[in-house]
């Protein structure tokens, strides 16, 4: 996909190869993160009925104006900005140039980007999705990115070995926040554990090293999964993050994190998208909005600790 990007934010052509970065390792930028800001995520899911609920058109230019009222918002006070790609994808190359132009300012002004792309090939094409979103010299270089294992987790190694290397960090699909996903995600395998299981066991590996304060190697684990946890195995101990999608227009509540993920919530990012985004286009409803989940989710956090 070719971008048309405004060329203030990027260099304008890509150097071979990757780029060696000077940032500290993910885990350890996102643990300070959670810390000053609270470990809420939002999500900037430009759906066309938003945009329509914010008396924009569903163009450019209202993708344009939805985005950067989020980014504006938000990106000085939450932990982590989770653009939802396809989103952007849908308008084209200049879907994308939105896009690039919201990591950009929302990195600039102190969130950390989650690039919510769910990419996942052969190794070799996934090397190329790395390269886009984890290569610092890329034009869309963000701070993490969501991936999909169902070529297998050793298909992803493309993009766990960039991060390490770039400072970035992965997030792997492992049981997510929708009803259909059980049929793969709970498939249990000849040695007996499930495939979530299995997922959550190679994260764990993967962060042993660089576990402090926190891996870089995430799983997605849906806040609406209730007590089903257990059906599927799951040791949620993965020394990584856990980004918790679901919470507001899937249903789960900030009330919900201590029964899904027990002793594993001080790691728990929780993401909410719609649940914020239907307060737009005012800047103050947004932020009042996002306030009040991360209010919500500090005292579930809080009494989970007890
Ligand atoms: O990886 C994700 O972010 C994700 C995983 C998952 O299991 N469920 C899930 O809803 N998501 C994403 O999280 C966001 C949830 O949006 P809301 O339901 O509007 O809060 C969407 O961008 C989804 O694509």
Known sequence: MTAHPSPDHHPSSRPSGPQRSSLPPFGARLR?????????????????????DWGLGDDI???????????????????????QSAFFERFGSRGIAVLEQAVADSRAAGALVL???????????????????????SPLFSDAVTVSPYLGYGSLRPALDLARQSGTGVF??????????????????????????????HLK???ARDAAPM????????????????????????????????????????????KVFGAAVANVVPNV????????????????????FAGEVRDAVASARG
């Open 32 to 52: 300070r993160a959670m810390d000053e800001r609270g470990p809420l995520c939002v999500g900037i899911d430009p759906h066309a009925s938003l945009l329509a």
């Open 61 to 83: 230019k209202g993708l344009e104006r939805f985005t950067y009222t989020v980014v504006e918002a938000l990106a000085d006070r939450v932990a982590v900005l989770k653009p």
């Open 215 to 258: 891996g870089s190697y995430g799983a997605v684990v849906g806040a609406t999964l209730g007590d089903t946890l257990a059906a599927a195995g799951a040791d949620l101990a993965i020394g990584g993050p856990l980004l918790a999608p679901g919470i507001g227009a899937q249903g789960a509540t900030a009330a919900d994190l201590p």
């Open 172 to 201: 792997v699909l492992a049981l997510t926040s929708n009803p259909e996903g059980a049929e793969v995600q709970h498939a249990v395998r000849a040695d007996g554990a499930s495939v979530a299981a299995t997922m959550l066991d």
């Open 115 to 137: 690039m919510d792309a769910k990419r996942g090939d052969i190794g070799s094409t996934m090397a190329a999705y790395a390269a886009t979103y984890l290569d610092p010299a």
């Open 273 to 292: 998208s719609r649940g914020v985004l239907k307060h737009g286009p005012d800047v103050a409803a947004l932020r009042e909005s996002a306030a009040r």
């Open 205 to 207: 590996a993967e962060n």
